[in-house]
């Protein structure tokens, strides 16, 4: 059973803007799954009702089998979550502010809070006040609120938002690592398609509300249907792949095969046509080229 499932969602806005669109997918145990879409394209809406804090027009968010619109507190048990940006009292500690987020749930664990401020790696800052924290320490004070207690399923809206390189890197580590050694389960909305490209398995792409994509991230994919091809000889080549049927653009390079034809039989059809072959490789696409192509926004978010 998935984690988390999205069954047909569909949200609208005052005036009629549709937000979400009949949308459906699964997060299943133990993988990353990147949710990608531009400003607009649902995706805080999406995390927004699957914590129960959007009500939705029609569909549901079941999480560890349980409705969210209907057993919000079961449901939410399982999940820990950093929606939009995070909030602290800045008169009060790292360790004040958790305690003070944890009550609102009527749980507290010192051990716990402990072990997950070392975690996240601000144990020697737990007693500051977080006025004096960096954007990068609030980050991680947020990432510890989610993992308190330890949770099934993290849902993380642009968690690094605002982060410098270096700690767009410790983020993305660290996430790595949650899957790694604890087998945590997590839904990513990021518009940085380059952090999604390394960590996630599998990727969502929402365009108007409308789910356009829901697969593995394209550059992760080991087949491929699409060779690039360099070559002194083009209207040779291009007429050998005409003729078998394949598509070569010369401006690009990229050469792509019917269903029924593999890159050495065709590599061997432009060669026996007596075109000279200086570069012949398989072409998979980055997560951006496919983003792009898919929704034709010209722009990556």
Not at 31 to 54: C, R
Not at 88 to 117: H, I, K, M
Not at 177 to 185: K, S
Not at 283 to 293: I, V
Request: with cysteine; hydrophobic share 40%; charged share 25%.
């Amino acid at each position: 059973m998935p984690v988390l499932e999205v069954r047909n969602l569909t949200k609208r806005w005052r005036g009629g803007r549709l937000a979400l669109d009949d949308v459906s997918f699964d997060l299943r145990q133990g993988e990353i799954l990147g949710l990608l879409g531009h400003n607009g394209a649902g995706k805080s809406t999406l995390l927004g009702i699957s914590l129960g804090m959007v009500r939705p027009d029609g569909g549901e968010v079941r999480i560890d089998g349980h409705c969210v619109q209907r057993e919000r507190a079961r449901a939410l048990s399982s999940v820990g979550a950093i929606y939009e940006a995070a909030h602290f009292y800045d008169y009060l500690t790292g360790w004040q502010n958790l305690q003070v987020l944890c009550s609102l749930s009527g749980w507290w664990d010192p051990v716990e809070a402990r072990r997950v401020l070392d975690l996240v790696n601000l144990g020697e800052r737990a007693y500051h006040k977080t006025g004096t924290y960096s954007h990068g320490m609030r980050q991680r004070l947020a990432l510890a609120q989610a993992l308190l207690p330890r949770p099934k399923c993290l849902l993380l809206d642009e968690p690094t938002d605002g982060l410098d390189p270096e700690g767009i890197r410790e983020f993305r580590e660290f996430v790595l690592r949650l899957r790694a050694e604890f087998g945590m389960t997590i839904l990513l909305n990021s518009h940085l398609l380059a952090e999604v490209e390394q960590m996630c398995d599998r990727c969502v792409i929402l365009k108007q509300g409308q789910k356009r994509y829901e697969g593995p991230v394209p550059s992760r994919e080991r087949k491929s249907q699409r060779y690039l091809l360099q070559t002194a000889d083009p209207l040779k080549a291009r007429d050998a792949a005409a003729r078998a049927g394949a598509a070569w653009d010369p401006a690009t390079g990229l050469v792509d095969l019917p269903p029924h034809l593999s890159g050495p039989e065709l590599l061997r059809q432009i060669v026996d046509s007596g075109a000279r072959v200086d570069l012949w490789q398989p072409h998979q696409p980055t997560l951006e080229e496919f983003y792009l192509g898919l929704t034709g926004d010209g722009k990556p978010a």
